[in-house]
């Protein structure tokens, strides 16, 4: 089923997020509390993500834009043109310009689910590239979603750089990755980023940078609960942590209490014990053999694999 005429952020009479409510209230219920990544990227949280992508410590961004602008003759012998790209998340200024410009599409398609964001990132790229198509989705791209007629003709090439992919845990990986592949239907090929296993140091330094910005990523979430669901959560009793777990072969972001605290958020009560985490994030990092696994546990044959010239971060070219 597609998503046609969904609305696809709900509110109640109070204009509550009830999505954001209920996932904040059962998740502080838990015994080890956690809130799902995606309530982090509000407005300023999506901002500080952007500052977060130009600090030094963080080096993803950079590692795929170098493989994004070094590979282009490859990407467009492998891929080829008359593509329809679609971009799972509203495109980045600096990263889909490189792919469109290697690989000749025939159309683009953004997916996002917040239409500010779609509609701001649709007109910069007609803007920079005049004669292509282009054709904003509004929708959850978690979802099968149903893709514009107009390029029903054409075969697509999903994009989903980022190592978005690494917040998710596997079963959720693959239920998107699966819905990608319906998405896109026969023929299609994927070109997927995802962020390496490495040193620990440097995995750990790029989640809990020098200059703090990554920690007000963090305490963003704690800011938005307190403004929008009426909470007193005292952020001056909360720290930011990145963990590495070798385990699951991911950085965790948690949110450690420094003393015991007590607080309330839309008129329930929690409790914390000094010691005691939120945990807000996971960042889940690969390599050939665990990145393939996924893909193919989702339907997807891998084609190619890139790597920066440092070894950090890989894009993967998968057909359907
Ligand atoms: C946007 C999910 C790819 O996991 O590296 C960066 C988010 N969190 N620093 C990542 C993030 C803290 C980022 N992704």
């Keep these: 089923t597609t998503q046609k005429g969904l609305k696809l952020v709900e509110r109640d009479e109070e204009g509550v997020n009830t999505a954001f409510r209920s996932d904040v209230l059962d998740g502080l219920s838990q015994p080890q509390k956690a809130i799902p990544a995606r309530w982090l990227y509000d407005d300023a949280g999506s901002q500080l993500f952007e500052d977060i992508t130009q600090l030094p410590e963080y080096y993803p961004t950079r590692a795929e834009t170098e493989i994004l602008r070094g590979r282009a003759k490859e990407f467009s012998a492998m891929i080829g043109p008359g593509r329809a790209v679609v971009e799972f998340g509203s495109g980045s200024s600096v990263k889909t310009p490189l792919l469109l410009s290697a690989i000749e599409p025939t159309a683009y398609v953004p997916l996002d689910i917040s239409g500010d964001f779609l509609r701001a990132a649709a007109s910069d790229l007609a803007a920079k590239f005049p004669g292509l198509p282009v054709y904003p989705v509004e929708a959850d791209f978690m979802r099968k ?20 992919i690494g917040n998710m845990v596997a079963r959720t990986a693959v239920d998107l990755l699966r819905n990608m592949r319906e998405t896109l239907g026969t023929g299609a090929q994927l070109l997927i980023g995802m962020d390496l296993i490495k040193d620990e140091n440097v995995l750990v330094a790029a989640y809990d940078d020098a200059a703090g910005v990554t920690a007000e990523f963090n305490y963003n979430l704690v800011r938005r609960i307190n403004r929008e669901l009426d909470g007193d959560i005292p952020l001056d009793a909360l720290t930011h942590e990145a963990r590495w ?35 807000t994030e996971n960042s889940h990092k690969f390599n050939r053999r665990t990145s393939n696994m996924l893909l193919l546990a989702a339907g997807w044959e891998p084609q190619a694999r890139w790597l920066d010239s440092e070894n950090r971060f890989s894009l993967i070219l998968a057909v359907a």
């Design 145 to 164: 979603v149903e893709l514009p007629g107009e390029i029903d003709d054409l075969p697509n090439l999903g994009f989903f750089p980022g190592s978005t």
């Design 245 to 279: 777990k070798d385990d699951f072969a991911r950085i965790e972001m948690h949110l450690v209490a420094g003393r015991d605290i007590e607080f309330s958020v839309y008129d329930r009560s929690f409790r914390m014990k000094s010691g005691e985490t939120i945990h």
